[in-house]
């Protein structure tokens, strides 16, 4: 009704009444049947009005045409050609390093073997008793001297020897580590020199651009996380948001049940009942006209059922009136009709 007959009547032609009042385009096909279609879905305001023709959201939020993330990157100007990471000083401590881890450990063994403490100075210091006590009485004052020796010597066994034997061992110990410890650094220093030099080189060639496209990969995924963002509002805006539900329910409260169903069906069935009416009482007319001459009024006599000689037999006359059609009946007491008792 609105696209055809409102529509032409007020502009003539053919096309949508809606899109030409909201829109300003006829063409466009927005019909009231698909926005109550689409409300007694559940879909939102913003999608079953078809509001993207007026306020265009998507373009809104198309950021990455006005921000150019890639081509701003692209103007960063990065020259590592000039970049030293393996400086002289640092090659000369590297080599250093591997000058000193290059120790003779067999020859700090040998040397370690050389030293020995073979003499029993508990021997020693029995001996000196003895002898200061032979000496005791030609010199009492070296007897006294001689028995100092003999205690100093008891005591350099008992704590400065222990303690020189325990430092020994230490140090073997701590030799065995460090040794372990250096082992292979020649190596090891010589893979670094490697290592500096050629991400040197790679840097002087290639740093530039490596940069640039660190820089893009990480712009990428914090594009993509805006993305996400920016597509939840948009699904939410055509979903969730201002769902049109109550545009159906006010729809259908007023013109479905109150309209037709109260007032509509309640006309139908009274004007179907005045049909069937009409339907019956035309052959009801019928038979009721065709039925008519049989409950005519007559008169009759209550007295005895004889004959009576003197009396005439009753007649009926019947006859037609002018003007009445086959089907009518019409009845006058004339000439020889039956006379009152």
């Known amino acids: 009704i609105l696209d055809t007959y409102i529509y032409q009547s007020m502009y003539g032609g053919t096309g949508s009444l809606l899109g030409k009042l909201l829109l300003q385009n006829s063409s466009h096909s927005f019909s009231l049947k698909k926005i109550l279609s689409d409300c007694e879905g559940g879909k939102s305001a913003y999608s079953a009005f078809e509001l993207s023709s007026m306020i265009d959201i998507s373009a809104l939020t198309n950021y990455s045409g006005t921000l150019d993330v890639n081509s701003q990157l692209d103007n960063i100007n990065v020259d590592l050609s000039t970049l030293e990471i393996l400086t002289p000083d640092l090659t000369a401590q590297l080599t250093d390093l591997k000058s000193s881890s290059d120790i003779n450990f067999t020859e700090f063994r040998e040397q370690l073997a050389q030293v020995s403490v073979d003499m029993n100075l508990t021997s020693l210091a029995s001996e000196l008793r003895d002898f200061a006590a032979n000496i005791s009485s ?31 061992a230490t140090l073997e110990s701590k030799i065995d580590a460090l040794e372990a410890a250096v082992n292979g650094t020649s190596d090891t220093v010589d893979n670094t020199l490697v290592a500096f030099n050629d991400t040197q080189t790679y840097l ?23 993305d996400s963002m920016v597509n939840d509002t948009l699904d939410a805006l055509e979903n969730e948001i ?45 038979f009721a006209t065709k039925l008519a001459k049989h409950y005519r009024k007559m008169k009759h006599h209550n007295g005895k059922d004889v004959e009576d000689k003197r009396l005439p037999s009753p007649e009926v006359v019947r006859r037609h009136s002018p003007g009445l059609k086959k089907n009518k009946v019409g009845h006058s007491d004339g000439k020889g009709s039956l006379t009152d008792w």
């Open 204 to 226: 002087q060639n290639n740093g530039s651009q490596t940069v640039k496209d660190e820089a893009k990969n990480y712009a990428n995924r914090l594009l993509k996380v805006v």
């Open 138 to 168: 030609v010199s009492s004052s070296d007897s006294t001297n001689f028995y100092a020796h003999a205690n100093t010597t008891d005591s350099i066994n008992d704590n400065e020897l222990a303690d020189f034997i325990k430092a020994m």
């Open 242 to 286: 201002g769902l049109c539900t109550p545009v159906w329910n006010l729809y259908n409260d007023i013109f479905v049940i109150s309209f037709c169903k109260y007032l509509v069906d309640t006309l139908n069935g009274f004007w179907f009942g005045v049909g069937w009416c009409i339907f019956f009482f035309i052959p009801s007319i019928i």
